[in-house]
């Protein structure tokens, strides 16, 4: 289980900015917090044990039959319960820096774990936490169509971010060597929900649900995305400010040669530090600025200079920039 993970407001009580967490922080839940109030009551009784309701509303937004949906507890239950329901395979490769959570469920389940070679379960976050980067889509379906003994578990948690062209998912069920992750909380902004679902062929999702236990998505969870779904107008993500707004925080983080930016497709920023540690700029931008940013010197294949941020409004961002700026004076 990861330790150190973005969000870890709970541990910086004065933050007014949140750059932590790969979430847009504005959209306005009022309207949510009113609906999930009128049904408090539903605490009262347990909650449908498959979520069959919320399946499919989803199936029906994707255009996929509702026998190839999943509901989870998050993206990361469903990280689990894939690795559980792999656990006959020999090897999972998982390129990366990436998600640490794939290589921890796989070794819980007994597979030995790669970065690189011959597979039989291959994992891909795509678009990629923590760099943002895509894998490009006619590439990615080449090598899922001629590697059929090979299943490909893709996490598409962030690709509500990003205008580059990704496998879809009713490709993605289509295969009988796929299987699709997605997240509900990185789309609405709704991180303490616990609310993800996978796609996949029909028969891959009968298996998948022979390892999941009852009711493990709660009454009021199941409510809240229905809702969502229901209200997805209500919830657009500016995305072409976010991605501008990627750039222009890229660009200026970078103007005076004291900081290397990955390059990104997506709103997430991976940055390094030529001079002091991620670890010194997050205490100092907490302490001084109220500002948090995720320490990423815990990736796998990243060092102690690495940090994510994943920008926000231009102002927010200015703020950023300078207390960062600010930072870095002492190294100059």
């Not at 289980?1 to 922080?25: C, E, K, Q, T, W």
């Not at 809702?227 to 997805?232: G, N, V």
């Not at 990104?264 to 540690?277: A, D, N, P, V």
Request: some cysteine.
């Amino acid at each position: 289980m990861l330790h150190g993970h973005g969000d870890d407001i709970h541990a910086y009580p004065d933050i007014r900015i949140n750059f932590s967490s790969n979430v847009y922080n504005h959209f306005d839940h009022r309207n949510l917090y009113a609906h999930l109030a009128k049904h408090l009551p539903l605490v009262t009784h347990y909650p449908e044990p498959t979520s069959t309701r919320l399946e499919f509303a989803l199936a029906e937004k994707l255009h996929i039959d509702a026998s190839q949906v999943m509901v989870t507890n998050g993206a990361t239950e469903a990280i689990y319960i894939i690795a559980e329901w792999g656990r006959h395979l020999s090897r999972a490769v998982i390129p990366p820096p990436t998600f640490s959570e794939y290589a921890d469920a796989c070794r819980r389940a007994g597979l030995s774990v790669g970065t690189e070679g011959e597979a039989s379960m291959i994992w891909l976050c795509n678009p990629n936490n923590p760099t943002g980067t895509v894998y490009d889509h006619d590439p990615l379906v080449a090598n899922i169509q001629t590697h059929p003994s090979t299943l490909f578990v893709i996490d598409a948690s962030y690709a509500p971010f990003t205008r580059e062209p990704l496998v879809s998912t009713t490709e993605a069920a289509s295969w009988a060597n796929v299987v699709m992750l997605h997240s509900m909380t990185k789309r609405f902004g709704v991180p303490g929900l616990r609310i993800g679902f996978i796609t996949a062929h029909a028969e891959v999702i009968r298996q998948l649900r022979k390892l999941q236990m009852p009711w493990s998505v709660n009454s009021l969870a199941q409510e809240a995305a229905c809702y969502l779904l229901e209200h997805e107008a209500d919830y657009v993500l500016p995305l072409d400010e976010l991605i501008a707004e990627r750039k222009r925080v890229a660009a200026a983080l970078t103007d005076k040669g004291l900081i290397d930016v990955h390059p990104s497709h997506t709103h997430i920023l991976l940055c390094r530090l030529q001079q002091g540690t991620s670890s010194e700029l997050k205490e100092y931008l907490a302490r001084e600025h109220g500002i948090l940013i995720r320490n990423a010197s815990n990736f796998q294949g990243l060092t102690a200079q690495h940090f994510r941020i994943a920008v926000q409004t231009p102002a927010e961002n200015d703020v950023l920039i300078n207390a960062i700026r600010q930072f870095l004076t002492t190294y100059e």
